[in-house]
């Protein structure tokens, strides 16, 4: 038996699947290896799996997951324990470029893995959704209960529509579901299109970084290895088909969960963490809000941390010194 992981050679991804193989388990990795940030990162991601320990339990097969026939073909005959599905077309701004990749990626793709867990009675599929699906909500912090009917992006709009998606396949066939909503993730490994290396990479090289809304805004800033323990808590334990209301308001076997810091942070003292990491101050270039963005974000995570025992530990004054250690090596390699 195998987990299948999506986007295994994505940020989240890759982590988890080490964490898989570390613990004896076998897992097949697929992702496109779209260009939507350096391919060489991606190809990197994946080395690095395959020579952690268990890596000679990896298979790794590139594909579009919104093509079915080339996903149902590269698990043929693998007999599929759980699904942790965690690939997408990420990224709020971009979604405004091009909307149909999140269309047949995010929707398409989410339905394809949503037919393989039903055709093959996976004990459970775990799927990524996004803090995003909270939109302009301003009541902190932001609860699995709260309606999250007013996204103000399509990134969010079809993370949402993923939600409902999951839901109805709980109900009609009862296939065990958890959906996580992750708040902003960083760490080693990260992904080159989000604050932590932007602003890394530009302070280092003494250009200036980009902040948006006048520094105004906050973020819940979750470090990678509380986030790969909230995903690894969540595919151990799938929601009971017990009739009870789940977290999120299901009562079929479908869960919902924020997966987070806990805590709010603001962007100026996130970036003087990487100031300090760097030794050097930052070049600031205020911008406004940008379209699609939100003021803040902060979760709840009282739901997960009752039913899962999930508890994050890393605050930015660690985990930042941990991403820019990582950086300068990988980018002197």
């Known amino acids: 038996m195998a987990h299948l992981v999506t986007g295994a050679a994505g940020f989240i991804g890759a982590h988890v699947a080490r964490h898989l193989l570390a613990r004896g388990e076998a897992v097949i990795g697929i992702d496109d290896l779209n260009p939507y940030y350096p391919v060489k990162l991606?190809?990197?991601?994946?080395?690095?799996?395959?020579?952690?320990?268990?890596?000679?339990?990896?298979?790794f097969a590139q594909l579009d997951f919104a093509d079915h026939e080339a996903l149902d073909a590269a698990i043929d005959g693998d007999e599929?324990?759980?699904?942790?599905?965690?690939?997408?077309?990420?990224?709020?701004?971009?979604?405004?470029?091009?909307?149909?990749?999140?269309v047949r990626s995010n929707l398409t793709g989410?339905?394809?893995?949503?037919?393989?867990?039903?055709?093959?009675?996976?004990?459970?599929?775990?799927?990524?959704?996004?803090?995003?699906?909270?939109?302009?909500?301003?009541s902190l912090p932001f609860r699995v209960e709260d309606r999250v009917d007013y996204p103000v992006s399509l990134y969010a709009a079809t993370k949402r529509a993923d939600e409902l998606m999951s839901e109805t396949y709980a109900h009609l066939y009862r296939l065990p579901q958890t959906g996580l909503r992750f708040f902003t993730v960083y760490g080693p490994w990260g992904r080159p299109d989000m604050a932590p290396w932007l602003f890394t990479s530009a302070i280092l090289e003494g250009r200036p970084i980009k902040v948006f809304n006048g520094g105004k805004m906050m973020r819940d800033f979750t470090f990678i290895d509380d986030i790969v323990a909230g995903v690894i808590a969540a595919v151990d334990n799938p929601p009971p088909d017990d009739g009870e209301e789940k977290a999120g308001g299901s009562k079929s076997p479908h869960r919902l969960y924020n997966i987070g810091n806990n805590r709010a942070e603001k962007l100026d003292d996130f970036i003087a963490a990487i100031e300090a990491a760097c030794g050097r101050e930052a070049v600031r270039d205020y911008q406004p809000m940008q379209p699609g963005d939100v003021p803040a974000t902060y979760a709840d995570v009282t739901a997960i941390s009752a039913d899962?025992?999930?508890a994050p530990t890393t605050p930015i004054s660690v985990g930042i010194p941990k991403f820019v250690?990582?950086?300068?090596?990988?980018?002197?390699?």
């Open 110 to 138: 989410h339905l394809n893995l949503l037919e393989v867990g039903r055709q093959r009675r996976v004990r459970h599929l775990v799927y990524a959704s996004s803090s995003s699906v909270y939109g302009a909500n301003v």
């Open 308 to 310: 899962l025992g999930y």
């Open 80 to 102: 599929i324990d759980s699904v942790v599905h965690l690939g997408a077309q990420a990224g709020v701004r971009y979604s405004l470029e091009n909307p149909r990749a999140y």
């Open 42 to 59: 991606k190809h990197d991601r994946l080395a690095d799996v395959a020579a952690s320990p268990g890596g000679d339990r990896f298979r």
């Open 325 to 333: 250690d990582w950086y300068r090596g990988y980018t002197a390699a």
